[in-house]
């Protein structure tokens, strides 16, 4: 438990040095919202930690004495002590790197692990304040002591030793599940303010990189080159808003699960379902060539409100993009004074 709590504490302490190093980002956030992401990033925090030394805290429930103490207990506790101040070191230089990024570290960083290696003592000279803060909080880690029991109760079957590892098993679940939420946690559960930095405060890298493994790396699509694609895009795109924004009129968009032209009597001569939107369509510009964008529901929201097209191996809200910067249409609306709500009839977080 010992253990347990001071990464818990570690954790804190990078993400305090990651909303300092980047303090620009978060300046305007009330605190009220810094708080709410402390608390919520502990869940990440928690999570990240059963899942990275589940194996060395299952070893340390065994109440034997060669557990704790000789050759064996000094190994472990090295191999313990390395692999989190690997971790650690990933969290903290995460402060920098998103800058770079715009995303919390995942696997696919690793690709790049050479060029790290041929360029490391510039780096360090380059960042020598992050790296030194950084072996502060590892040197801390590895200072706090943590004493082994020196009494061992032998194994045995007892209901209350059957209840205690009962309960024990039951909150390493869930803690590794992050909660009682209707799916397990994800980094797109941390992507529920308005700012997406305050997102990227709540996760930490351990959590990113262990959710992204397994996961394939998405090939690069070029359908045509950059100069073409250049060609095509409205750069100026005031005169088409020009009659619109000084109206200030409300912005609606309803997003109906399944719903396609077949069913709209507008696209049917009167024939269909839906008589409040074929109402809404004479009243204004109707579409009849619509084209859905992927399969799932999953994949609606981004389509619709950020025009993310299906073109990902995962959906855009579970992939290791989800935490990329995108302008979506709430951001825009934003710019222009409005303000945004969403109103949805299924379980809170189906949808992140």
């Known amino acids: ?15 305090v040095f990651y909303q300092v190093y980047n303090h620009a980002s978060f300046e305007s956030v009330p605190l009220g919202d810094l708080f709410a992401v402390y608390l919520s990033g502990t869940r990440f925090d928690i999570s990240a930690i059963l899942k990275l030394n589940a194996i060395f805290f299952v070893i340390w429930l065994i109440p034997h004495p060669a557990i704790h103490s000789g050759l064996f207990a000094k190994i ?25 990024s ?41 200072w706090i002591p943590v004493k082994s029991p020196t009494e061992f109760q032998p194994i045995n079957s007892s209901p209350l030793r059957l209840l205690t590892l009962f309960l024990f098993t039951f909150f390493i679940a869930l803690g590794v599940r992050g909660g009682f939420q209707n799916k397990p946690l994800r980094p797109a559960h941390a992507f529920t303010y308005s700012n997406a930095e305050l997102g990227q405060l709540a996760l930490n890298s351990t959590f990113t990189i262990l959710q992204s493994s397994g996961k394939k790396a998405q090939n690069k699509i070029s359908f045509m080159p950059e100069s073409e694609v250049e060609k095509h895009l409205i750069r ?21 699960e ?11 001569d009167g024939h269909g379902y839906t008589p409040f939107i074929d109402s809404l369509a004479q009243k204004g510009v109707f579409f009849t060539n619509a084209f859905a964008n992927g399969r799932r529901s999953l994949e609606a929201v981004p389509s619709i409100l950020a025009s993310a ?39 809170n977080g189906s949808m992140f």
């Open 236 to 256: 100026d795109r005031t005169p088409h808003f020009k009659n619109f924004w000084p109206k200030k009129q409300n912005v609606v968009i309803i997003i109906v």
């Open 102 to 142: 715009g995303q919390r570290l995942t696997l696919n960083y690793f690709a790049i692990a050479g060029d790290i290696e041929n360029q490391i003592g510039q780096l360090i000279q380059y960042y020598w304040l992050p790296t030194l803060i950084t072996c502060t909080i590892a040197a801390l880690f590895v």
């Open 258 to 268: 399944s719903l396609a032209l077949e069913y709209m009597g507008a696209a049917n």
């Open 309 to 347: 097209p299906s073109l990902l191996n995962d959906p855009f809200l579970t992939s290791s993009y989800q935490g990329s910067k995108v302008i979506g249409l709430g951001q825009i609306l934003t710019s222009h004074g409005y303000t945004t709500s969403f109103f949805h009839g299924a379980v």
């Open 1 to 15: 438990m010992a253990r347990f709590l001071s990464l818990v504490f570690i954790y804190f302490l990078i993400r």
């Open 76 to 100: 472990l506790n090295v191999l313990f002590l390395s692999l989190n101040i690997v971790f650690i070191f990933a969290g903290a230089a995460d402060a920098e790197l998103i800058h770079f």
